[in-house]
């Protein structure tokens, strides 16, 4: 640790008030703070404070259409054959954004450990895991996992990981990375804020971040060298996503992408969620806050609505793409945010502003689709695809993404020719879920289960 070249660095960038405690801290504080500050982009900063002001303008309504869609009648043979090849060879990984906390859902552990199975109460970590494991026994080949965390929820996910043993994968295909963090700004001297006298504040710099982690840390150079040439990106709290759906690989693989995504039709026009669309012909997501009313309620000449995809946070990313948009002049850019933010102030006395006192930097992973020259948009079917777990009750609760876990199960039972019981409003009656390992879909489930199958109470086909 090399003190004076520390401090020369900072005093070059106007920042070295943040070693004015130096003395006094110990060798851990010292080694901790000197570690924050090795990588920190100082010029990086300094830029991005002197652009402070600089907003990322929405498009005129003119630019933004309708986003081209792969819609999910179409002919699926071709894509689902190339999906599973790519998966035989072993060219696919499986990236899960795993850096929340269940806070609003009033659990203080990694939002991945909240249990959501409606009969065997997995988690949904154990959910998608189990994707991967049946996944990975089907064709044969690794399928890498790589599961970001935060600062906050890394040492719990791998704790839990461990004691789970992994849920069956090999130790060495799972791999942990952290998110990115960003360093806040005071607001009117643009000079670093620190939350102890021996560390700065600093904040996660987005979803976006997910994609520069693998990058900075290494992994996407492993992966180049494993051979794979996929990464299927998604978020943990979704315990119905097709991981690696074979057929949305094989659309993504057909165009030769470089980013592809699946998107849902919105349940009404007025939906808070990103909206899919094309500006100037290249694929971008609009937040619905950034549309006009007219907008959202136009409807085509078959009177449907013109933006009605929705975002459900999966994707597909070739790995060189990745590559290409996490460094130099192409890497994601940053947005600003003023935020009320708790710091020191030179005397070493905590403060607590009323107001916005500081920058926070974060970069968006759908800042990366307009970079991509080739593109896939695949329709989903929410029911089958989509229900995330944010709140408590209510909407997007552990209540309905359970209801939904059960009537996927019973829907898949039906097709199999079993009969499920149904309640007035349609939902399964009893409580069903269906394990990965037992089926990954309605076909493979059809060849197992046994059509006198009496659903007579709680089921769960493992």
Known sequence: MNTDAIRQRLREHGQDHVLAWWDHLDDAERRALAGQLETIDLPRLKQLYAERDKTFAVPSAERIQPVP????????????????????????????????????????????????????????????????????????????????????TEAP???????????????????????????????????????????????????????????????????????????????????????????????????????????VPKRGPTEKVGHFVTVDGRCTIIEYSDLTEAQVHEKDERGEYKLWAGNPAIHLFSVDFLARVTQGQTRLPFHVARKKVPHLD????????????????????????PLADRWTVVEADRAEEFEPLKNATGADSPETVKRAISNLAAQWLEQAGVAVPRTSEGHAAHPVEISPLHALDPEELATKVDKKLKVAGPLHLE
């Open 69 to 152: 869609v792969i819609r999910r009648d179409a002919d699926a043979t071709h894509a689902r054959r190339l999906g599973n090849e790519a998966l035989a060879r072993g060219e696919v990984a499986v990236l899960v954004v795993a850096g929340g906390q269940g806070t609003r859902l009033g659990f203080d552990l990694p939002k991945g450990m909240f249990p959501v199975g409606p009969v065997s109460n997995k988690t949904l970590f154990h959910f998608h895991a189990e994707k991967v494991l049946a996944l990975r026994r089907k064709h044969g080949q690794p399928i890498p996992l790589l599961v970001m965390t935060s600062h906050a």
């Open 157 to 263: 996910t791998r704790q839990f990981f461990e004691e789970q043993r992994y849920f069956g994968l090999p130790k060495d295909e799972v791999w942990f990375f952290r998110q990115g963090v960003m360093p806040a700004l005071d607001l009117h001297t643009g000079k670093l804020l620190l939350e102890t006298k021996g560390s700065l504040f600093t904040s996660p710099n987005g979803h976006g971040g997910t994609l520069t982690a693998l990058a900075e840390t290494g992994l996407l150079d492993r992966l180049k060298q494993l051979g794979v040439r996929q990464v299927f990106y998604f978020q943990v709290d979704n315990p119905l996503v097709k991981v690696a759906d074979p057929v949305f690989l094989g659309h993504h693989l057909a165009a030769d992408a470089e980013v592809s995504s699946k998107v």
């Open 346 to 369: 030179a005397q070493g006395n905590p403060v607590k502003p009323d107001q916005e006192n500081a920058l926070k930097f974060e970069m968006f992973v759908f800042d990366a689709l």
